[in-house]
């Protein structure tokens, strides 16, 4: 046996970080602004929230600025104009924990569907006069761009998830942000399978849970909005779907808040894109 | 037993069984139609229940058809099992309070609602069997699903009709009843055959008054089910399943059913036996007040086979079908005696892409399948070595006191703690316990050393949970739960030379069995102990293992991974310390503890050296949620690590120790 | 001289290196062999170098060290009794994949590179006999590398 080595002693605690009042930070892109009301949403949990951690920024709610630093910073909306890679890379350097927040910042948005069309056709379709609007040819999720660390999933996020998260940041702990399919919470709350039951086309078995299974609950499917679980088996999924429907249909199905999501992606590119917004005389050939 | 003396109930006095079976209170529940399926509610009359309903069901289809009928229960089985109701999909576990240093957790009080479970079918009655039994085995048992399944009274009724994705005649469960029910009907034109199984439903069939059942009712009863038997025929010959499973681990269709599945995990949630279960965890803004539930989970999500660190031990969902059809069919028997599927058919119609188990069954282990080799011996619980398991109960949030704490290196500490609980001041070697901050994730810890006035618990900081433990200060309280598991069994290496092998925090468990070794030291021949670390800096309880070094009646060596130019002892893997050695390995028993990779190949060396399988013992690390075998996060093939390990010989671990994905 | 190569063979011999190796093979390896001694710090082989040696530890201890820019000398594998060093001499290239530093007094049997081949090429049972040899010495190599390897694929990080 040899001599023992200097021990380095001592590691920061969770609880004693926590204490610190950590600075949070919400910003947005290119988005709606529904998941930063969410948070206002929370009403009697905001207050005892605001004790614990210090709102430096939060365009929704307060006119404070500060531009950093960050210890946690909510990032709302896509990355879909050449300034917001320059803001969006600034602000992770400021950052210590970057959390992506709802479809847009997480899997690019419904806006990601023009990343499968010509983007100056899009451009003179959306705006009167798009000289005077600089925009991407893609609408793209943040984690395109940098690194982040967490994302909350959902169009909009869910208050529950975003007060579990909010909670396990300041006691300390690791928030407890499931990545399995819709269909478990589906069957916790004894809600009956849509699809099986009723032939209704359905995405929950391929989408991350997290919604409280809101869409099976009230009979209709899911359509996918927190975006895809772990080992989402879309091709299966959409094989399934095929019978009895034509590509145009299948591709519709996926082609949602997170189309824009790879297991989402190939699906609609194997079913020849998202469906056009067709005039009335050229509906799909089914 | 089910008495002989059948009695009949006409259709039009029905409600007097209803109000019979709440007489004293009880809530009925039973199948009534809701948002397109015939699902177990609770019922305020029987006027609720499916009347003239079936259903049609078909791989990845079920749909509500009218039957032209009056009669009741003109179907199989629904959306849901009764384990909706023996086993809900959230169950409040602790409630904890952290004040300060001061920790408090409690079990929830159970009170089971009294219920009646109407309408349970022959292949139900089996899965509460079945689950009854899970959920009793280990050392705790579940208490609430224990609780709750007692509390209920159970009116069976036999099936008339069969759906096309019924296979109770293959499991052996149905469909005729006799047996496990408290009441049973069989359904007629004009009312219900019933019998009793036992004095509580006696006392509730009494009530009624009802005259005798007329032979030939009884006898079209027998001819109903007798024409459900044979509508169903036997779609998947059971003779010799279990094994003809175990054979075809490596079968190429596991990979082709993984195509096709969504590891949705809607057959284990349908499923009336399955019951694994995850803990989750919350707390209030200020970390005092924490709460455990315990909710379904799957072993088809990608969590459920995940370990601190992130390691997944199934991460291809070919891996997750695996584990769950072999479960059902082969390594059930292993753990509970039994059959875990009862061929009720729910994971083939509530499967939303229509696999059909029977059909996977029949292409992977079909009559008559060339047998490969048993990847480990039948039922090993049988015949496995003497357990050396603590004689008396684990206990239960026992509150214990940190005395001191020490840092071994930067991210691993020694906590000191103090408790007068005699169940855990009995520990043995080789267990652990699960270790509670109201808040947090509770983490399994070995225990590291067992003291007259309490137990030391050495733990590695990899994530909040343990980060927080690591940095409690000196009279701040933990929960305990345990000892749990199976410890070293010391007694089988009296009158041998000992080995151990240890690395990084492996040495952990590892050190109360030097103790109890060197408390004894003249039962045993010679001792050998290898130690290895990831780095100098890394190498735990350096001090003592500085001492043990200058004993003469032991052998010790260290080697680290890899090490700075100060270090002047041995770098490489921890097997090169005695590959070469001149030690004579058939005299020997082996205990070690380690990364598995490290375990496999120190396997394999000791092996060479002449180690005998049945002499060379390991403790594995899974993902353990309940300590006691009742959560199913720590399968391994026959197994529940926690449960039944989480010490093994290799002999009892066979093929299983090392096969990937299982 | 035929003392010196039976002595000089029967050190190897209590090495696992020729164990089981046939005595005659010992014998004629052992001629052509040469003792040495180094001293503890004494850098027997050097990463980047071409090596004239092989080598069979007889007694001590070499240190298999990588230079890390800015982290310094790192120690990735120890060889001890019976372990080879400057394997590489047997190949064509004949160029150090790390640098061998004595930790202890250490005492090894030499080989020159070109005699070694010359015999090896001459008497295919001593060429039998030495690479199943060298492949272990080579393989706990790849052990040791793989080792470090798994760090490097541990768990990602995590933000809490």
């Known amino acids: ?286 | 037993m089910v008495t002989a003396s059948a009695r009949f109930l006409p259709r039009a006095d029905l409600d007097r069984l209803f109000t019979a079976l709440t007489a004293d209170g009880r809530r009925v529940v039973g199948p009534t139609v809701v948002d397109g399926s015939i699902v177990h509610d609770e019922l305020a009359s029987f006027a609720e229940l499916p009347k003239g309903w079936t259903a049609e069901t078909a791989p990845g289809a079920y749909r509500l058809q009218p039957t032209g009928r009056d009669r009741l229960f003109d179907y199989n089985v629904g959306a849901t099992s009764w384990k909706r109701f023996t086993h809900p999909s959230i169950v409040p576990l602790t409630r904890g309070r952290r004040d300060g240093n001061q920790v408090v957790v409690e079990a929830v009080e159970i009170d089971p609602p009294k219920l009646a479970f109407v309408g349970v079918r022959a292949c139900e009655i089996a899965a509460l069997r079945i689950q009854d039994r899970a959920m009793r085995a280990g050392p705790l048992g579940d208490a609430d699903h224990i609780a709750r399944g007692d509390a209920a009274l159970v009116v069976a009724v036999e099936c008339a009709v069969a759906a096309s994705t019924c296979f109770c005649t293959s499991m052996g469960t149905g469909p005729e009843i006799d047996g496990g029910a408290d009441i049973i009907l069989s359904e007629l034109d004009e009312g219900f055959v019933v019998r009793t199984g036992t004095d509580a439903g006696a006392d509730v069939v009494d009530r009624l008054g009802l005259g005798p059942a007329e032979s030939l009712q009884s006898d079209r009863a027998a001819r109903q089910v007798g024409a459900v038997r044979a509508a169903i025929g036997d779609p998947v010959p059971a003779e010799g399943l279990a094994t003809r499973l175990r054979a075809a681990l490596d079968h190429p269709r596991w990979a082709e059913v993984a195509d096709r599945c969504l590891a949705c995990a809607n057959c284990t949630l349908v499923c009336p036996t399955c019951f694994c279960t995850s803990v989750a965890v919350a707390s209030d803004l200020d970390g005092v007040e924490g709460t455990t539930d315990r909710t379904w989970d799957s072993c088809f999500s990608q969590g459920f086979g995940r370990v601190a660190g992130d390691a997944n031990f199934r991460p291809k969902v070919k891996d997750r079908y695996r584990q769950w059809l072999t479960h059902k069919f082969s390594t059930w028997w292993d753990q509970f005696g039994s059959t875990g599927c009862v061929g009720c058919g729910r994971c083939i119609a509530w499967c939303p892409v229509g696999i059909d188990v029977r059909e996977e069954l029949n292409a992977i282990a079909p009559i008559g399948a060339p047998s490969g080799p048993i990847p480990w011996p039948l039922s090993p619980i049988e015949g496995r070595a003497p357990a050396p398991l603590a004689t008396v109960e684990p206990a239960a949030h026992v509150t214990a006191t940190v005395r001191s704490v020490s840092f071994e290196t930067v991210d691993t500490a020694t906590l000191e703690l103090v408790l007068d609980d005699p169940a855990l001041l009995g520990s043995r070697p080789g267990q652990f316990v699960m270790v509670e901050l109201p808040g947090f994730a509770i983490p399994p810890i070995s225990i590291s050393r067992i003291r007259p006035d309490g137990l030391n618990l050495t733990i590695r900081s990899v994530g909040p949970a343990t980060a927080a433990l690591v940095n409690l200060a000196t009279g701040a309280e933990v929960s305990l739960r345990g000892p749990l598991g199976r410890g070293w069994p010391i007694e089988a290496a009296y009158g041998r030379d000992v080995v151990i092998v240890a690395g990084g925090i492996g040495l952990a468990p590892i050190r109360p069995l030097i103790d109890a070794i060197l408390a004894e030291r003249p039962k045993f021949g010679a001792i050998r102990l290898y130690l290895g670390a990831r780095t100098p800096r890394d190498r735990l309880f350096v001090a003592e293992m500085n001492a043990l070094a200058g004993r003469t009646d032991l052998e010790i060596e260290e080697i680290v991974d890899r090490a700075g130019p100060e270090w002047q002892g041995k770098v490489g893997i921890v097997t090169q310390l005695f590959d070469h050695a001149p030690w004579d390995g058939t005299r020997a028993t082996a205990f070690m503890c380690g990364p598995e990779r490290m375990m496999t190949a120190t396997a394999n060396t000791l092996e060479h050296r002449g180690v005998t399988d049945e002499n060379c013992w390991l403790t594995l690390e899974r993902n353990m949620a309940c300590g006691v075998g009742t959560c199913g996060h720590c399968q391994l093939g026959p197994f529940f690590v926690c449960r039944d390990g989480p010490v093994f010989s290799l002999a009892e671990l066979g093929s299983a120790f090392g096969l990937e994905g299982l | 001289m035929r003392a010196m190569t039976e002595t000089l063979c029967a050190l190897l011999t209590q090495t696992w290196f020729a164990a089981d190796m046939p005595e005659d093979i010992c014998e004629r390896l052992s001629a052509i062999g040469e003792l040495k001694e180094y001293p503890a710090g004494a850098a027997v082989v050097s990463e980047g170098t071409t090596c004239r040696e092989l080598g069979v530890i007889l007694h001590g201890r070499i240190a298999l060290r990588l230079a890390l820019p800015g982290v310094g000398e790192q120690t990735i594998l120890t060889i001890d009794d019976g372990d080879l060093f400057g394997w590489s001499a047997l190949l064509p290239e004949s160029i150090a994949t790390s640098t061998g530093v004595t930790l202890v007094p250490t005492t090894a049997l030499v080989f020159d590179r070109e005699p070694l081949a010359a015999l090896m090429a001459a008497n295919p049972e001593i060429a039998s006999a030495i690479y199943p040899r060298v492949l272990v010495a080579v393989t706990r190599r790849l052990q040791a590398t793989r080792t470090q390897l798994l760090d490097l694929y541990r768990a990602g990080h995590e933000p809490w």
Request: with cysteine; net charge neutral.
């Open chain 1, 1 to 286: 046996m040899t001599a023992p080595l200097p021990v380095e002693h001592g590691r920061q605690s969770p609880r004693a970080a926590a204490q610190k009042r950590p600075r949070v930070g919400v910003v947005k892109f290119a988005s709606c602004d529904g998941c930063q009301l969410t948070l206002l949403d929370l009403e009697d949990e905001l207050l005892a929230v605001a004790e614990k951690v210090d709102i430096v920024e939060f365009a929704e709610a307060t006119s404070r600025r500060s531009g950093g630093p960050f210890d946690v910073l909510f990032v709302e909306g896509s990355i879909s104009a050449p300034e917001q890679v320059d803001e969006i890379i600034k602000l992770r350097a400021v950052s210590k924990m970057l959390v992506t927040i709802g479809a847009c910042a997480t899997a690019g948005g419904i806006q990601a569907i023009r990343n499968w069309f010509d983007h100056e056709e899009i451009r003179h379709a959306v705006y009167a006069d798009p000289r005077y609007v600089e925009s991407l040819a893609t609408s793209k999720p943040v984690a395109d761009y940098v690194a982040v660390d967490a994302e909350l999933r959902g169009c909009p996020i869910s208050p529950a998830q975003l007060k579990e998260f909010l909670t396990a940041l300041v006691t300390g702990r690791r928030p407890q942000l499931l990545d399995e399919a819709v269909c478990l919470e589906c069957k916790r709350r004894n809600v009956v399978c849509v699809a099986v039951a009723r032939g209704i086309p359905c995405l929950g078995p391929v989408t991350r849970t997290g919604c409280g299974a809101i869409c099976p609950a009230y009979g209709r499917g899911c359509y996918g909005c927190f975006g895809p679980r772990e080992s989402a088996n879309t091709t299966s999924l959409a094989a399934w779907f095929a019978d009895g429907r034509n590509a145009t249909e299948v591709s519709r199905l996926f082609s949602g808040f997170t189309a824009w999501s790879e297991p989402f992606k190939k699906i609609i590119d194997a079913n020849g894109g998202p469906p056009r917004l067709a005039a009335p005389s050229e509906t799909p050939d089914a």
